[in-house]
């Protein structure tokens, strides 16, 4: 498959560029902006090509974008995808209303093209053993679940971020929208309702958000308790489901890292459960370019990006206004 970037972004260089070659993937242009960064980006990758707008960018004959600019861009850029019969790979949230997600969802399905929401996390060895393990009844009915996402965000992605609230920025709708989709993916459920609190410890701007904690209330009576946060340098990360026939406790596993461990306790005594080790981004990747090929549509796909952004507004709109909000997904949780 051919590739154009759109973002000369750090995931993409630290994360996807290897992922994309590592599944036959050729990327022929990258598109930036700002075209000394994006030359620059081009000659550091080996890409042979760099441009700054989009019309020149879909020049290339491509099969699939990936999408990491800012939010706030990423509702045109898909669109122009759209319109010019390209995949399209989209890091999150998708965008910063809930409309325009939707619309971009749809936009890919009416025109018969693969969508996916580079919601990584799906892909760890650690998260599919730990949705098996609820499959097959181990923990028997859950009834809580605890996410500890808080983490230091590292000094070179401490720009927009934490400071450009017309970009979407503050750990919500960056941190939030990955606690959604897990939970998600490992419960097989969405929450209904969310109750949260935002602070600001002094990383983010005056009007941002960089930590948060909420109640989220699913349909089968699960209660969850979610913590994110950029200013903790000390933290671990994990999550925990608790059963009424045991409880399972994962650290480690809510990184871009292909680590972690999954203990699960029943009667007093731990068990460790086995993983293996699986590059995240590659299995995402992977599961894209099978969907572009005919195969199975991502795990997570277009819609999911929509639900796992409803539970970041949902979040944000509970903080502001001090009281429980019942989540929109408009028509997503159909799809």
């Not at 099978?290 to 949902?314: F, H, I, T, Y």
Request: charge should be negative.
């Amino acid at each position: 498959m051919r590739w154009g970037l759109i973002g000369a972004s750090t995931i993409a260089k630290e994360w996807m560029i290897d992922a994309i070659r590592a599944n036959d993937g050729v990327i022929s242009c990258v598109m930036s902006s700002d075209e000394t960064r994006g030359k620059k980006f081009a000659d550091d990758h080996g890409i042979p090509h760099a441009v700054t707008d989009l019309e020149a960018l879909f020049t290339h004959d491509l099969d699939a974008v990936y999408i990491s600019t800012t939010n706030e861009k990423h509702y045109d850029q898909l669109m122009a995808a759209v319109a010019n019969g390209v995949h399209v790979l989209c890091e999150k949230p998708l965008a910063l209303t809930l409309d325009a997600a939707s619309k971009m969802a749809q936009a890919c399905e009416n025109a018969g093209l693969v969508m996916a929401t580079n919601h990584h996390l799906r892909h760890a060895a650690t998260h599919r053993a730990i949705r098996q393990i609820v499959q097959d009844g181990q923990l028997g009915d859950i009834h809580a679940a605890r996410v500890f996402h808080a983490v230091y965000l590292p000094p070179h992605l401490q720009g927009w971020r934490i400071n450009n609230p017309d970009t979407g920025a503050g750990v919500v709708l960056d941190i939030t929208v990955h606690n959604a989709d897990t939970l998600a993916f490992l419960l097989g459920e969405y929450p209904e309702k969310v109750t949260a609190r935002t602070h600001n410890h002094g990383m983010a701007g005056a009007s941002m958000e960089d930590a948060a904690m909420g109640i989220w209330e699913f349909p089968s009576g699960v209660m969850a308790y979610t913590h994110e946060g950029f200013t903790l340098p000390h933290a671990k990360n994990g999550l925990e489901l608790h059963g009424s026939d045991a409880s399972l406790y994962a650290e480690d596993v809510m990184t871009q890292q292909p680590k972690g461990t999954i203990t699960i306790r029943r009667n007093g005594e731990d068990t460790v459960i086995p993983t293996a080790s699986e590059n995240l981004y590659e299995r995402g990747v992977g599961q894209f370019v099978s969907a572009c090929k005919g195969g199975d549509k991502p795990d997570a796909d277009g819609w999911a990006g929509v639900r796992s952004l409803a539970v970041a507004l949902a979040t944000l709109t509970s903080a502001e206004n001090d009281e429980t909000v019942s989540v929109d997904y408009g028509k997503s949780l159909n799809q």
